[in-house]
């Protein structure tokens, strides 16, 4: 142990408990180190001592006592006696008998039953049913009306010396009773030298006049140069400290945005309350889709229905899914429902954002992006939720094509720190051809999401003539990936350990 350097290293606080504790022996208690050596507050001495015990000079043992004082109605029994005992006396002026009703003149309705419960506890008092309930003193009632009871004598004596330690089967019949006792543990702690603390104690310590934090007035007035500079110990153990910051949730988006946007993507945004014809219906999605069931999508009650106000695109949509229209497909072969294209929902993808956009913008060149949320009804589970982020995105060029597609999502997946990635062959309403995204991950492939080629049925109606490369990912799944959970709740858990601990970057 080199004690010098340990001596140099001490603060004030500690140079005075070890001093305290060479006084008292070797041992004493916060507050004796307090009055000894002059120190504010008790808590001063512990948070010496527990730099000490890091430093192995002292140990702290810890013991905790249960203590009693009196609650609300144990103060009042002190004034005007237990129910038991108040229900005892009546029945000595009565002769010996009373009835239940008889009671109410001494005791509270509320202690009736705990009265009646203690005489026959204590056999002061039999009870039987006649025409009313009536209550005799025994002997032994008889007698207890001049003793004072260990309840008694346990009042008297909390009333007295509040805080009290007691065994607890003594104090057991009062701590039932409820607001008549109140119970509180009190940690004791004693404060020991270790061998080695009392090798530094018999060194010789100093308390003198040093600087243990550097400010600016310090050094402008030169008293450094006068003073003595306690060195740190920069191996010392410190509890770590926490600075608020985004969720990691929040870091991920704003870190996919900025990819986007130096990919050359504008972002759009879009309602949460969509009306099925633009949700579903300009997608192609047929409406008798699995979909669209009830169990499967959010519907709206107010507003139940959104009216469609673009009748030339209704109308085409109407031709597309009946007959193909003049996209050369043959439709889905069914009489098309206004009423069921103007359900109101909430949003299942966001999809319907970039369709509304191609809509208002026709005209090629758009590279769009957009990151919100959806709703769909999904049984919650550790990969599934009902709301949740999609990561949506388009690309409408002249020459856009299916090896286009494949390179965005390759280069955005490489810049998200994901070396391995694959495409394998996929399905969707709205895209031919479909493929969908996989990453390697921790020794296995994960599907992140789909993409493709929107389907003449969907560009037509809307004015578009050229190629519209569509995506759409899943940003939970990512952000599971990234910070390695196994559970998508735990990403809206608040987890403060887990906040804290998750690097920003």
Same mark, same amino acid.
């Given at each position: 142990?080199?004690?010098?350097?340990?001596?140099?290293?001490?603060?004030?606080?500690?140079?005075?408990?070890?001093?305290?504790?060479?006084?008292?022996?070797?041992?004493?208690?916060?507050?004796?180190?307090?009055?000894?050596? =002059?120190?504010?507050? =008790?808590?001063?001495?512990?948070?010496?001592?527990?730099?000490?015990?890091?430093?192995?000079?002292?140990?702290?043992?810890?013991?905790?006592?249960?203590?009693?004082?009196?609650?609300?109605?144990?103060?009042?029994?002190?004034?005007?006696?237990?129910?038991?005992?108040?229900?005892?006396?009546?029945?000595?002026?009565?002769?010996?008998?009373?009835?239940?009703?008889?009671?109410?003149?001494?005791?509270?309705?509320?202690?009736?039953?705990?009265?009646?419960?203690?005489?026959?506890?204590?056999?002061?008092?039999?009870?039987?049913?006649?025409?009313?309930?009536?209550?005799?003193?025994?002997?032994?009632?008889?007698?207890?009306?001049?003793?004072?009871?260990?309840?008694?004598?346990?009042?008297?004596?909390?009333?007295?010396?509040?805080?009290?330690?007691?065994?607890?089967?003594?104090?057991?019949?009062?701590?039932?009773?409820?607001?008549?006792?109140?119970?509180?543990?009190?940690?004791?702690?004693?404060?020991?030298?270790?061998?080695?603390?009392?090798?530094?104690?018999?060194?010789?310590?100093?308390?003198?006049?040093?600087?243990?934090?550097?400010?600016?007035?310090?050094?402008?007035?030169?008293?450094?140069?006068?003073?003595?500079?306690?060195?740190?110990?920069?191996?010392?153990?410190?509890?770590?400290?926490?600075?608020?910051?985004?969720?990691?949730?929040?870091?991920?988006?704003?870190?996919?945005?900025?990819?986007?946007?130096?990919?050359?993507?504008?972002?759009?945004?879009?309602?949460?309350?969509?009306?099925?014809?633009?949700?579903?219906?300009?997608?192609?999605?047929?409406?008798?889709?699995?979909?669209?069931?009830?169990?499967?999508?959010?519907?709206?009650?107010?507003?139940?229905?959104?009216?469609?106000?673009?009748?030339?695109?209704?109308?085409?949509?109407?031709?597309?899914?009946?007959?193909?229209?003049?996209?050369?497909?043959?439709?889905?072969?069914?009489?098309?429902?206004?009423?069921?294209?103007?359900?109101?929902?909430?949003?299942?993808?966001?999809?319907?954002?970039?369709?509304?956009?191609?809509?208002?913008?026709?005209?090629?060149?758009?590279?769009?992006?957009?990151?919100?949320?959806?709703?769909?009804?999904?049984?919650?589970?550790?990969?599934?939720?009902?709301?949740?982020?999609?990561?949506?995105?388009?690309?409408?060029?002249?020459?856009?094509?299916?090896?286009?597609?494949?390179?965005?999502?390759?280069?955005?997946?490489?810049?998200?720190?994901?070396?391995?990635?694959?495409?394998?062959?996929?399905?969707?309403?709205?895209?031919?051809?479909?493929?969908?995204?996989?990453?390697?991950?921790?020794?296995?492939?994960?599907?992140?999401?789909?993409?493709?080629?929107?389907?003449?049925?969907?560009?037509?109606?809307?004015?578009?003539?050229?190629?519209?490369?569509?995506?759409?990912?899943?940003?939970?799944?990512?952000?599971?990936?990234?910070?390695?959970?196994?559970?998508?709740?735990?990403?809206?858990?608040?987890?403060?350990?887990?906040?804290?601990?998750?690097?920003?970057?």
């Amino acid at each position: 142990m080199d004690t010098e350097k340990i001596l140099k290293e001490l603060s004030q606080n500690e140079k005075k408990v070890l001093l305290a504790l060479k006084k008292l022996h070797g041992k004493g208690s916060p507050q004796e180190i307090t009055k000894i050596e =002059d120190f504010s507050l =008790d808590v001063e001495v512990l948070n010496a001592a527990s730099w000490l015990q890091s430093k192995k000079l002292v140990i702290i043992e810890n013991s905790i006592k249960t203590v009693y004082s009196l609650g609300r109605e144990g103060k009042q029994f002190v004034d005007i006696g237990l129910p038991e005992k108040r229900a005892l006396k009546l029945l000595s002026d009565k002769k010996g008998v009373i009835t239940l009703q008889d009671l109410t003149a001494v005791l509270s309705p509320d202690e009736i039953s705990i009265a009646i419960g203690w005489l026959k506890t204590n056999g002061w008092a039999t009870i039987r049913k006649e025409q009313d309930t009536i209550i005799e003193i025994t002997d032994k009632g008889r007698k207890a009306l001049s003793e004072v009871t260990d309840a008694e004598k346990l009042l008297n004596l909390l009333n007295e010396h509040p805080e009290q330690e007691i065994k607890k089967d003594s104090i057991k019949p009062l701590v039932s009773r409820k607001k008549v006792i109140k119970e509180k543990d009190i940690i004791t702690s004693t404060i020991i030298l270790t061998d080695q603390g009392n090798t530094l104690v018999e060194k010789g310590i100093e308390i003198h006049e040093e600087i243990s934090q550097l400010t600016s007035s310090i050094i402008k007035n030169k008293e450094w140069l006068q003073k003595t500079i306690r060195p740190y110990d920069i191996h010392a153990f410190a509890p770590a400290l926490y600075g608020g910051k985004p969720h990691p949730l929040v870091t991920l988006i704003s870190e996919i945005r900025q990819i986007f946007v130096e990919m050359g993507f504008m972002e759009i945004q879009g309602d949460y309350v969509e009306s099925c014809f633009w949700n579903m219906d300009v997608l192609f999605i047929p409406q008798d889709h699995p979909a669209r069931e009830m169990q499967d999508t959010f519907y709206c009650k107010n507003p139940s229905k959104i009216q469609i106000s673009e009748q030339e695109l209704l109308k085409e949509v109407a031709c597309v899914h009946e007959n193909g229209g003049s996209t050369g497909s043959t439709g889905w072969g069914y009489k098309f429902s206004k009423n069921e294209g103007e359900r109101a929902l909430l949003r299942t993808h966001t999809t319907v954002n970039t369709i509304r956009y191609l809509y208002n913008h026709p005209k090629p060149p758009c590279k769009v992006f957009s990151l919100e949320r959806v709703f769909r009804k999904e049984d919650i589970d550790s990969t599934h939720l009902p709301e949740f982020y999609q990561i949506e995105g388009i690309i409408h060029e002249e020459n856009a094509n299916f090896r286009q597609l494949i390179g965005i999502l390759k280069e955005f997946y490489r810049r998200m720190g994901f070396e391995k990635i694959r495409f394998r062959p996929g399905y969707f309403p709205y895209t031919e051809p479909s493929m969908e995204v996989e990453v390697f991950w921790n020794g296995k492939w994960m599907e992140l999401g789909g993409s493709g080629v929107f389907r003449p049925e969907v560009t037509e109606p809307v004015g578009v003539k050229n190629p519209v490369l569509a995506w759409g990912l899943g940003l939970e799944r990512l952000a599971m990936l990234r910070f390695g959970l196994s559970d998508i709740r735990s990403l809206y858990i608040s987890d403060l350990d887990w906040l804290r601990k998750t690097p920003l970057l």
